[in-house]
């Protein structure tokens, strides 16, 4: 699906709401509702890896395609970033962060599924977006209660893709950990 900046900053509001509900009269405790949105990306296209190089900076296409990411998410209300330690997850928050105020918070790319897990801590109403890999956006998605379609053989990404955005809307009733409710997979030019 194909999603305008101004398409997408419309839905954001309606995952990341703040939501109570009311006990019912027949209900002798109240029941609480805490949710909590996630924008995956994956990293903006990268000069190609080398045997010298494994840690390769973006590509000037993929520096375009970070300052385009900042502009479509100045206005869903992010509250927190988060990018692996390499310098193309790093560089493709950048735009977004020093946009918003924000500081770029780093989680390390080979324990992504445990990162995922302390994403079900999220505060209520936050909006986090959380930039990875081919291999480690899919597997994230998956761990908080997601799935993805289109992959490849190994369940990645695409080799090619670089305009998904995952938008995943997290929620719980009282003290359980938060688990996707609904997972929108996007194209965002």
């Known amino acids: 699906m194909k ?3 101004l398409a997408f900053l419309a839905l ?3 995952f990341a ?3 109570s509900q009311s006990p019912s009269p ?3 405790t109240s029941e609480t509702t805490r949710n909590a949105t996630i924008i995956f990306l994956r990293h903006a296209e990268a000069l190609p890896r080398t045997r010298e190089n494994q840690n390769p900076d973006l590509a000037d296409v993929g520096k375009k395609r970070a ?3 900042a502009k479509t998410l100045r206005a869903a209300s992010v509250t927190q970033i988060f990018a692996t330690e390499l310098g193309r ?3 493709t928050a950048a735009p977004l962060a020093k946009a918003l105020g924000l500081k770029v918070q780093q989680y390390g790319a080979r324990k992504s599924e445990a990162f995922a897990n302390t994403l079900r801590n999220l505060k209520q109403g936050e909006v ?3 930039v990875g890999h081919s291999n480690t956006v899919p597997q994230m998605v998956e761990v908080l209660g997601g799935k993805l379609t289109g992959l490849d053989k190994k369940g990645y990404l ?3 893709e670089h305009d998904r955005m995952i938008v995943q809307a997290l929620a719980t009733a009282n003290a359980e950990p938060m688990r996707a409710i609904q997972t929108l997979d996007l194209r965002v030019q």
């Open 67 to 69: 300052q385009r990411w």
């Open 12 to 14: 954001v509001p309606l």
């Open 3 to 5: 999603l305008t900046a």
């Open 89 to 91: 997850t790093q560089q």
């Open 128 to 130: 986090a977006v959380v």
């Open 158 to 160: 695409q080799d090619t």
């Open 17 to 19: 709401s703040p939501t």
């Open 26 to 28: 027949d209900r002798a």
